[in-house]
């Protein structure tokens, strides 16, 4: 598992605004190139994800959770389901009326995991999250939404 975490000086709400406005994020989002499709639970969506050092890849994976303002949540797949699945969880928690704790992380699990979660490519992946998570904080904290 990896898990990222960044304090962002505003509301939950406005973190989610910018969080869920996917047409923005070639703009801004150094990590998730690219997201399409209806951020509903059950839905199948489109993203394009560029680790740290690493090419980009596509997937596709089926929306599980979404909270507004608390979290959103999805499930994706590395060809067939089963050999190498990720669970990627975006949690938004209210420290003050001002400020959100947001934390992004991945569960993974599958026959695969063992050799593509070592080394470099988990490394690649934190460091993704990471400038995402500074990213957005940027994005939120300067836009003064």
Do not use: C
Not at 69 to 84: D, P, V
Not at 97 to 114: D, I, K, N
Request: glycine share 8%; aromatic share 8%.
């Amino acid at each position: 598992m990896i898990s990222t975490e960044v304090i962002i000086e505003a509301s939950p709400s406005r973190v989610w605004a910018v969080l869920t406005d996917a047409d923005a994020y070639p703009r801004w989002n150094p990590f998730i190139r690219s997201m399409n499709g209806r951020l509903q639970e059950g839905e199948t969506i489109s993203i394009e994800v560029a680790p740290a050092g690493r090419s980009s890849m596509r997937f596709r994976p089926s929306v599980l959770v979404v909270k507004p303002e608390k979290e959103l949540r999805w499930l994706g797949s590395l060809g067939i389901r089963g050999l190498f699945d990720g669970e990627h969880a975006f949690q938004l928690t209210q420290l003050a009326p001002r400020q959100t704790l947001f934390r992004q992380s991945e569960r993974f699990s599958g026959l695969l995991v063992p050799l593509i979660m070592r080394g470099q490519n988990a490394e690649a992946a934190r460091k993704g999250f990471i400038a995402m998570n500074e990213a957005l904080k940027e994005r939120v904290e300067s836009a003064g939404l």
